[in-house]
């Protein structure tokens, strides 16, 4: 019996529904386990969540469960679940999610309300065995809480639960990984305050770590985004020391590989599924609605009205960014809503000060704010863009630099000291843009339902769609604004 026993790891993360880089994956990991265990070494293939993203037809159409299929053809082993895959799924399609899955799921900090148990599609960590050597699998995802507990669930700090789960398995196994949606920051915390933690396979950040880094006796990887890396960890396991005696990492860059013609074949099947499913008309459109980032568009009151009225707040208020497609008069499919607004977000609720509301607004027409990138938090767009209202009409001047003349709200001049309940999107809550929707209270998130959704739903309305192409916002020059 040799002195050493080989695993190589290779591990994917953040595919993000990118299923033109999946076949490509696939002949990585089947060509090197075959040759690794050719050599009679050991292969471990695992994802560490957001391989579904619901802005492509396919994760769409089938709730995620084509990318199951992908990754049961792909043969992966073990996986944890992303945020996309927690919190953009209702609570019913996530417990639908794995039915078929032939990989393993772990999840330590997602639980059942009820029973305080994580769900029985999944489990709180495994032990894998390779020849000899004994390994603790754990999986930890990004703990959201506000928008795990809409949706029905409990999500769980990370760092008590790895503690104890550490300390009942270290002694019975020789190696512990943990496959963590948590981001890079975090697991570099991980890796230096929870002693134990041999491999870190990170995801969440979307860091290409090209040979991993280590802190303190913890090795970190990461893959990138979108499947353009496959991670690989070389773990040499020294039997007569009872130790690891060398861990390395890389990455293989995805393009080197063919494509599986079969899994190819396979991913085109369920578009043109997903498209028969999705294509169908749900509304006819009298009118195009033109997008435009940086103006206001009937397009974009539409969506303040729609968020308005669906969390039944006095004001409704979203990002004019979120759109990325026109909408052609004529007949409208789910699918072209999709191709409008990919993004994973969804409408909320706060209530905040007419001052408040007033920052708000002044931030929102300064030039750099329109023009700002923004990235994460469910965003698929590029930038800010205007913002859209309703409920408002708002006269501004743009001279030297813009600013609020005058807010009308609902037809009453806004008071700075009443509170008023404002209709607008999740992903301002948690990339603190506006800091003063932050100080609001009676914060209610709507969930399950994406922007998507609810306006497949408030299109109907001809009134509103009506009302969306009267202005909200005036422009006025300096003279009238002398005048006023």
């Known amino acids: 019996m040799a002195d050493t026993c080989t695993l190589h790891i290779l591990h994917t993360n953040d595919l993000h529904s990118h299923f033109d880089t999946m076949p490509r994956i696939a002949t990585c990991l089947s060509i090197h386990r075959e040759e690794w265990e050719g050599k009679g070494e050991h292969v471990l293939t695992v994802d560490i969540g957001d391989h579904m993203d619901r802005m492509d037809i396919r994760s769409e159409a089938s709730f995620g469960k084509t990318n199951v299929q992908i990754m049961n053809r792909s043969a992966i082993q073990y996986a944890t679940i992303g945020n996309n895959e927690g919190i953009t799924l209702p609570k019913d399609k996530l417990n639908e999610l794995y039915t078929d899955a032939r990989f393993t799921i772990i999840t330590g900090n997602l639980f059942e309300p009820t029973t305080n148990s994580v769900p029985s599609w999944a489990v709180p960590y ?91 006796g913890t090795l970190i990887t990461q893959a990138g985004r979108f499947g353009e890396y496959v991670g690989h960890v070389e773990l040499v396991w020294d039997r007569t020391q009872n130790g690891i005696k060398d861990v390395r990492a890389e990455l293989f860059h995805t393009e080197q590989y063919q494509v599986d013609e079969s899994l190819s074949q396979f991913i085109e099947s369920e578009k043109v599924w997903a498209e028969n499913r999705l294509f169908q008309p749900i509304a006819q459109l009298e009118q195009d609605l033109h997008i435009g980032w940086t103006e206001e568009t009937p397009y974009g009151s539409f969506i303040a009205a729609s968020i308005r009225k669906w969390t039944g707040a006095e004001i409704g208020m979203a990002n004019g960014g979120l759109l990325l497609a026109d909408l052609a008069r004529g007949s409208l499919s789910f699918a072209d809503l999709l191709h409008s607004m990919p993004h994973p977000i969804n409408p909320c609720a706060v209530t905040i000060t007419g001052a408040q509301l007033t920052t708000v607004l002044e931030q929102a027409i300064q030039p750099e704010m329109i023009q700002r ?35 009308e709200v609902n037809g009453q001049p806004l008071d700075r000291e009443r509170l008023y309940r404002v209709g607008t999107i999740d992903m301002f809550m948690y990339n603190r843009m506006f800091p003063e929707l932050l100080l609001g209270s009676e914060l209610t998130f709507f969930l399950p339902e994406m922007l998507r959704e609810v306006l497949a739903t408030t299109i109907k309305d001809q009134q509103m769609l009506q009302n969306a192409f009267l202005p909200r916002w005036e422009k006025i020059s300096s003279a009238s604004k002398n005048q006023s």
């Open 126 to 216: 495994a032990i894998h065995t390779v020849g000899e050597l004994r390994l603790a699998i754990l999986g930890m995802t990004i703990p959201f809480g506000p928008s795990y507990q809409s949706m029905g669930w409990e999500i769980k700090e990370p760092i008590p639960i790895l503690r104890e789960q550490i300390a009942a398995l270290r002694s019975a196994v020789d190696v512990v990984i943990l496959l963590s949606h948590l981001g890079y920051q975090t697991d570099c915390v991980l890796a230096s305050e929870v002693d134990g933690l041999d491999i870190i396979l990170g995801g969440h950040s979307h860091r290409a770590l090209p040979h991993g880094e280590r802190i303190g």
């Open 373 to 407: 990138e923004l990235r994460g938090y469910g965003f698929r767009g590029k930038i800010e863009g205007w913002m859209c209202v309703d409920g408002l009409h708002i006269r501004y001047s743009e001279d030297d630099q813009p600013q609020i003349i005058q807010i």
